[in-house]
């Protein structure tokens, strides 16, 4: 027997939703879990939202930009420009720990970091919001 259905005077009753046919059953329920987990989804990015990583400073040349983490932990940071010429963010690999000192090259990029932290075995990784484009201080 399916569940939420039961055999009423010979005749299969089935709760508004569901159906006798075991192949559309299997659809419904498939389409409640494809359901579920875009909601789960929201609820993560909501969520993440809350433990995103904020970077305060000037975008431009000579300034310093400073990350901090809104949520528990903070870990290892990366720093990243992206030209708008390109699809991908590139590493700035000289660029390490929760400050970045913005150059002459980052100069019409935006850059954004990205906090990784780890515990129990897991690790998360938090992006902050590009800030940018980089301009060259007012004299």
């Not at 708008?84 to 690999?93: D, E, G």
Request: proline share 7%.
């Amino acid at each position: 027997m399916l569940p939420g259905c039961q055999l009423v005077d010979g005749s299969l009753q089935c709760v508004p939703g569901l159906s006798a046919d075991p192949e559309q059953q299997i659809q419904i329920l498939r389409k409640e879990i494809s359901l579920d987990q875009s909601l789960e989804s929201a609820i993560g990015q909501d969520r993440g939202r809350l433990e995103q990583v904020l970077i305060s400073g000037q975008a431009e040349v000579g300034a310093i930009l400073r990350a901090t983490v809104a949520g528990p932990g903070e870990g290892l940071f990366h720093w990243y420009r992206l030209a708008p010429t390109q699809q991908s963010w590139q590493l700035i690999p000289e660029a390490k720990g929760s400050t970045y000192l913005v150059s002459v090259t980052d100069v019409g990029n935006q850059v954004m970091v990205v906090s990784v932290t780890g515990s129990s075995g897991t690790t998360r990784r938090t992006s902050s919001i590009p800030i940018g484009p980089i301009k060259l201080p007012t004299p």
